[in-house]
């Protein structure tokens, strides 16, 4: 079936340092790719929305020089955390949009757990 | 603007019995309505959804939920839990339209006691 691959699934980094999480659709080609954040307990809110080879769309209150997204192809997107703080850290979701067979849909990915020192 | 609802954070039940998770959406426009399943720090599992035609959706794992545009719902229901259901289920609600933007609900955690 349709995967949506993260990696890492976890990571570490000191204050500071830029991480890079990435997003791949494994099955299909996903010409629309969401970003999501999590805090424990919490919902998930939505952070961006990147279509293939355009610039993401970010959600009001969200710093897209912070939070950079690409999308460059139509099985790959990035998220980088620039200067990451502690208060960055957070379970960071994907997803994608995709056709896989007759059905047009969104898969998850497994997410990654940012965790900044 | 679309938002979701969900009533009660924590919903208890006993092993056997039935399952039922509140969801209520607003939109503007017409919606189509998800419930996903999260299990502990992982992602989100598709269980069924509303695309606007059949209004009784029937998912994965014996799950189904109904549509009512009078009620502006979309509840979630299992007629008998199973221990591996506990879980957090989020409602979510997006434009009937090509974007699949998700907005979520704050989700409901599903204790199962035995």
């Known amino acids: 079936g349709a995967v949506v691959s993260q990696h890492p699934s976890r990571v570490i980094c000191k204050s500071g340092t830029s991480v890079k999480i990435e997003c791949r659709s494994l099955?299909?080609?996903?010409?629309?790719m969401f970003w999501y954040r999590q805090f424990p307990k919490q919902s998930l809110m939505l952070m961006a929305t990147?279509?293939?080879?355009?610039?993401?769309?970010?959600e009001q209150g969200v710093e897209k020089d912070k939070f950079l997204i690409n999308h460059a192809s139509l099985t790959l997107s990035t998220l980088t955390v620039t200067s990451a703080h502690p208060e960055d850290s957070s379970f960071y979701i994907c997803?994608?949009?995709?056709?896989?067979?007759?059905?047009?849909?969104?898969?998850f990915g497994e997410g990654s757990w940012l965790t900044v020192v | 603007a679309q938002s979701v609802t969900q009533l009660g954070s924590h919903v208890s039940v006993s092993e056997g019995a039935l399952v039922l998770l509140r969801c209520n959406y607003s939109?503007?426009?017409?919606?189509?309505l998800f419930w996903y399943v999260q299990y502990p720090n992982q992602g989100l599992q598709l269980l069924l959804k509303?695309?606007?035609?059949?209004?009784l959706v029937k998912g994965i794992n014996g799950f189904e939920a109904e549509f009512k545009k009078s009620e502006t719902s979309f509840h979630l229901t299992k007629p008998s839990a199973h221990m591996s259901d506990a879980a957090e289920y989020f409602c979510?609600?997006?434009?009937?339209?090509?974007?699949?933007?998700?907005?979520f609900g704050s989700g409901t955690r599903l204790l199962v006691r035995p």
């Open positions: 979510a609600v997006s434009r009937m339209d090509s974007s699949y933007k998700l907005i």
């Open positions: 939109s503007s426009v017409p919606p189509y």
């Open positions: 509303y695309t606007s035609a059949a209004t």
């Open positions: 099955d299909f080609q996903a010409t629309t």
């Open positions: 997803s994608a949009r995709g056709t896989v067979g007759s059905e047009n849909t969104i898969y």
């Open positions: 990147s279509n293939e080879g355009s610039k993401a769309t970010y």
